[in-house]
């Protein structure tokens, strides 16, 4: 049995340190990468919309501050400061297209479909989440006001006058919808 001093332990402490360093730091840079040495120098994290396009002045939401649209996402003319939805037929107001007769909107993919309803007074509509996510449905100065919807839950309003009512999800304001009731 060999013996070591404590001479002979101080002089093998360096290289012991050097070496646990040098595996610590291969193990940390080999985290996140997929072994390609270009992978991490060509993938660039996408831009993050800060409110501002870093000159000061707002950015739209649901856009880069290059002002390209973040991948699905939609929400023009939607101000998430202070939960605001345009006025129906306001440029960008509720989903691009034609309103769709119904009675039923499903809450899929943070998005409500139809986003654009056309119902009749005295219609009552049924909201039901299909998403993973929770969601509300929610008019600014309106009678929707749903609790929190978890997956397979609904809400039922019944719309007794006629008029545009724009709404939103509380939880993710950039999901909108407008129900429009004809007499």
């Known amino acids: 049995m060999v013996t070591l001093t404590s001479a002979s332990r101080r002089q093998r402490m360096p290289y012991t ?29 996408p831009a993050f919309n800060s409110g501002t396009n870093g000159t000061g002045a707002s950015a739209a939401p649901g856009t880069t501050t290059a002002g390209t649209p973040m991948p699905g996402m939609s929400t023009p003319g939607m ?14 107001a509720a989903a691009a297209g034609k309103p769709v ?8 993919n943070f998005a409500f479909a139809p986003g654009d309803l056309t119902v009749r007074v005295g219609t009552t509509v049924t909201w039901t989440n299909r998403d993973g996510d929770a969601h509300t449905v929610v008019s600014t100065n309106g009678p ?9 839950d609904t809400y039922q309003y019944t719309f007794t006058r006629a008029g545009t009512y724009s709404y939103l999800c509380s939880i993710h304001p950039f999901m909108v919808g407008t129900v429009r009731v004809t007499a």
């Open 17 to 45: 340190a050097a070496i646990l360093l040098t595996l610590a730091l291969a193990v940390l840079a080999a985290c996140g990468s997929n072994g390609s040495p270009s992978a991490a120098a060509s993938a660039a994290p």
């Open 79 to 92: 101000s998430t400061h202070g939960m605001s939805i345009p006025a129906a037929g306001a440029p960008g």
């Open 101 to 108: 007769a119904g009675n039923a909107v499903d809450i899929r």
């Open 144 to 152: 929707l006001h749903s609790r929190t919807l978890n997956t397979g």
